[in-house]
């Protein structure tokens, strides 16, 4: 595990959700069915999200199907290239407008940014780097595809407090989600919102600047 120092960890956080906040759409399933992938990974990624869908199975349940079935059925070679090709070609075309410039503004102000991701470690982490996170916390899985940890709901919250326990960066920090799910950890940060469909970040800066 990362240690980080004491001065690092003092830092105000922005702590954001990925999938339906900083994009549009699920890039778990984006990737596994947009992406370099074979065949049968796209149809299992599909009948996975259909199932999820129409609430046949549960969240863990998916990404036990998704890491086992997709994700970890490819070798880590083939497996690195495939979400390597997909943040460079796909990630773009889903990233909520403003995201970027939104980042850029909490690292100007001196805030940590975070993320706290459903979306599987294998892939989750390569697009937290890729945006620029110091702080990735994925859904956790085994050498063997199988979930250790997922990250979803209260277990966002846990996490979060598990690295920043000090009570006072969460003194000014910022939230950010889209579902119900992630009201657990925004009832840690002091100012939070909740992104819609239609959100555009760059039309928010404003309400944002203001809640810090």
């Known amino acids: 595990m990362t240690s980080y120092s004491t001065e690092v960890l003092s830092r105000p956080l922005a702590v954001f959700d990925l999938d339906g906040t900083l994009t549009v759409k699920d890039t778990t399933i984006d990737c596994l069915v947009f992406g370099k992938t074979p065949i049968p990974v796209k149809i299992a990624a599909v009948i996975a999200y259909l199932l999820l869908k ?33 943040i460079k070609d796909r990630l773009p075309l889903l990233i909520r407008p403003g995201t970027h410039e939104l980042l850029r503004f909490f690292l100007q102000k001196g805030f940590n940014l975070v993320l706290v991701t459903t979306s599987i470690d294998a892939i989750g982490v390569a697009v937290g780097k890729e ?6 916390l994925p859904t956790r899985s085994g050498a063997d595809g199988k979930i250790m940890k997922v990250m979803h709901g209260n277990m966002k919250k846990e996490s979060l407090l598990e690295i920043f326990a000090n009570p006072l960066v969460w003194e000014g920090s910022v939230g950010f989600g889209n579902e119900e799910s992630d009201a657990a950890f925004l009832s840690l940060t002091q100012s939070s919102f909740m992104v819609s469909r239609n959100t555009n970040f760059t039309h928010l800066f404003a309400d944002i600047a203001n809640g810090i």
């Open 54 to 86: 129409f609430r046949l199975i549960n969240t863990k349940k998916f990404l036990n199907l998704i890491a086992k079935y997709c994700v970890y059925r490819l070798p880590e070679g083939q497996r690195k290239s495939v979400v390597n090709y997909w």
């Open 131 to 136: 945006l620029g996170f110091e702080f990735v």
